[in-house]
């Protein structure tokens, strides 16, 4: 079992930045990838980016590419998302989630699918 608390979120005006956070706790943090998605009203839930279990590996949608960092420090069980040059086309919920296989490599997008357990979801808004 793991649980998965995102936060940080909030509104920002366009070209600013925010900083989320996603707190695990429950299964060795250090063992799994975690991911980052967005759901936009009305949207399906995209990939947004993930990082593999010790951060040797990194994968980001094209559409965040250049303006999102993933990071995590295992010693605080914490993912973060530093979010800069935020567009008004960045507002939706945003959901980390965990892939509870030890150890695997991140070496491309990522489907929902693929993990296993989902946080609640923090929203950013991006105003214009």
């Known amino acids: 079992q793991v649980q998965l608390v995102e936060s940080g979120g909030g509104l920002v005006q366009a070209g600013g930045s925010l900083r989320l956070s996603c707190a695990a706790s429950?299964?060795?943090?250090?063992?799994?990838?975690v991911g980052w998605f967005r759901q936009a009203p009305g949207k399906e839930r995209e990939f947004v980016t993930a990082i593999s279990w010790n951060g040797g590996s990194i994968y980001y949608a094209d559409s965040v590419k250049g303006r999102f960092t993933i990071s995590r420090d295992n010693a605080k069980n914490t993912v973060y998302l530093q979010m800069a040059s935020l567009k008004p086309e960045d507002t939706a919920v945003y959901y980390c989630?965990?892939?509870?296989?030890?150890?695997?490599?991140?070496?491309?997008?990522?489907?929902?699918?693929?993990?296993?357990?989902w946080g609640q979801g923090t929203q950013v808004t991006v105003s214009s």
């Open positions: 429950g299964r060795t943090f250090n063992n799994y990838a």
């Open positions: 989630a965990a892939d509870l296989r030890p150890r695997t490599v991140v070496d491309g997008p990522r489907n929902a699918a693929d993990f296993d357990y």
